[in-house]
């Protein structure tokens, strides 16, 4: 099982003077559900090398039985530190995709073309894409049959309105991953803030907020396993 994870380069919180970036659980809780079922795992980003941390993912109230296995992962650091260019990832390489969230991928991947690339020859050829909290954003220009939005009829899932207004940022971001996902014609539900929900539809997994990451990642090894059983 080879797994790409995508990850952001992008650590300016809008105007606000403030950092953002990957949001770490939602990297570390994917990273050791895959590692640990035995996926080959490679991690990229637009720029290469190390990507931005959201500061606020790596505070005391924010860590998690995964974050603090990751402090103590001398290879996990040094591999993220030397993540590759997305533009030399080449999708039929890879057997997955992983989208770990933060704020950054709204105002880089959700753009970036090599990104939309990836993700749409990832659906088209039927591979497990799944994308957690803010990283159904980047699905916002990808599209899917006949040139529509590729959430277009999807069962889909990201952070909410809600959640995004709890942390003060709706006025600050790009926009909302909720309400391109219902524009784009996904087929949006979420449940309650904060708490793990998870769906699939097809090879496409979408994770609603950080408490979904863990089970997004349990999701898209279900589908590698029945992509093995099936080969």
């Known amino acids: 099982m080879h797994v790409l994870m995508v990850l952001t380069s992008h650590d300016q919180l809008g105007n606000t003077g403030h950092k953002t970036g990957f949001w770490l659980e939602e990297f570390a809780a994917p990273y050791y559900a895959l590692k640990d ?16 941390l959201d500061p606020k993912s790596d505070a005391p109230e924010s860590q998690t039985e995964a974050t603090r296995r990751f402090k103590s992962d001398l290879d996990a ?18 057997d997955a995709v992983f989208y770990p969230g933060g704020h950054g991928p709204l105002w880089d991947l959700a753009e970036d073309r090599d990104s939309i690339a990836l993700i749409e020859a990832t659906y088209a050829a039927g591979k497990p894409l799944a994308l957690v909290c803010h990283a159904p954003g980047v699905l916002r220009h990808a599209k899917g049959v006949a040139g529509k ?16 207004e709890a942390v003060g940022l709706t006025k600050i971001v790009p926009f909302l991953v909720e309400d391109m996902l219902k524009e784009n014609g996904g087929l949006y539900t979420k449940g309650a803030d904060w708490q793990s929900y998870v769906l699939t539809d ?21 589908l590698l396993k029945k992509g093995i059983a099936a080969g």
């Open 37 to 52: 079922a035995g996926a080959n795992i490679t991690l990229a980003s637009p720029a290469g090398g190390q990507p931005p």
């Open 77 to 94: 650091q040094a591999v993220l530190a030397s993540t590759y260019r997305l533009a030399d990832m080449a999708p039929a390489a890879f």
């Open 149 to 164: 939005p590729l959430v277009s009829g999807k069962k889909v899932t990201g952070f909410t309105n809600s959640e995004e």
């Open 202 to 222: 097809g090879n496409l997994i979408t994770g609603q907020n950080p408490a979904s990451s863990e089970e997004a990642a349990k999701a898209l090894l279900v």
